[in-house]
């Protein structure tokens, strides 16, 4: 039994010995898989000249980390996620990519950890509030998972709508954190329109269920002004204030249809 093991040894240090050899020195670990021709294989050797060339870029690290991670290179994709995080103690995108990377590879604490990094340098980005919710909720840790979802929907309510994000479909604890917001959703309704995270549009079109590029947040446009609500307990809308300049959509009126005027003043009774 010892000499198979023996042998089993010496087969496999034979066959990781030719394995190097492959490899030129200094040749990143995924390079010789490859595939000319392969469209997603090209765009990581584009990806990785334009990183060549400009090193020191945090948001070509985390382009290029979240091509490797789609390749299932995984350790070069958290190679590139750390650098970029590195180098820019400010970036936040890279640290909640690498948390996804985790989650993809079924290391939850390492995932935990990495979007708790997102959060303290981008407390305002509400995705990585919402994922560090929902693994919370698989660890059973409904009073933080609660927190965390609260805080997602504070910052952007659509994250409660499927059609925006699908995973809300998962929780069984979304009731609670909208009701945890409701009287914080009152407080803002009379503070006005102004009292949000000033850059918050930027990541209302940020999809939630795979990572993320500098792209997706720097072109995101900002969004129309809208007549928002938020519901009472029994379900009546309450108005929320709305922005300078605008107005509230009269009732009855198609869309796009122009207002009504202004009803005519009241007659002056003539003087007795």
């Known amino acids: 039994m010892r000499n198979k093991q023996s ?4 087969v496999a240090m034979a066959f990781s010995a030719i394995v190097l050899a492959q490899v030129e020195p200094g040749e990143p670990f995924y390079r010789k898989y490859l595939v000319t021709g392969n469209a997603l294989d090209d765009r990581i050797l584009e990806e990785e000249r334009r990183v060549n060339a400009d090193p020191g870029s945090a948001a070509l690290r985390n382009d290029f980390g979240n091509l490797l991670a789609e390749r299932r290179f995984v350790e070069d994709a958290r190679m ?6 590195e180098l820019d103690k400010s ?32 407390p305002g980005f509400p995705q990585s509030h919402f994922r560090l919710g929902r693994l919370y909720e698989q660890r059973g840790w409904e009073s933080r998972a609660v927190r965390e979802y609260a805080k997602a929907f ?25 009701l945890e917001n409701y009287p914080r959703d009152l407080a803002v309704a009379s503070m006005g329109p102004d009292h949000v995270y000033a850059d918050a549009w930027r990541f209302r079109s940020a999809p939630i269920d795979r990572p993320l590029s500098t792209d997706d947040i720097e072109d995101s446009p900002a969004p129309e002004p809208v ?14 204030p709305l922005s300078p300049g605008q107005t509230r959509p009269q009732q009855g009126l198609p869309p796009g249809a122009p207002p009504l005027p202004p009803p005519a003043p009241e007659p002056t009774p003539p003087p007795r």
């Open 227 to 240: 007549d928002a609500t938020v519901k009472a307990p029994d379900g009546r809308p309450v108005p929320l």
């Open 91 to 122: 970036h936040f995108l890279a640290a909640y990519n690498l948390g996804l990377l985790w989650e993809t590879e079924g290391k939850p604490a390492r995932a935990i950890a990495a979007y708790r990094k997102s959060i303290s340098r981008k």
């Open 80 to 85: 590139q996620y750390e650098k970029a995080l």
């Open 154 to 178: 504070r910052l952007d309510a659509q994250m409660r709508d499927p059609r925006t994000n699908p995973l809300v479909i998962d929780s069984r604890l979304i009731d609670r954190a909208s």
């Open 7 to 10: 042998a089993l040894f010496l």
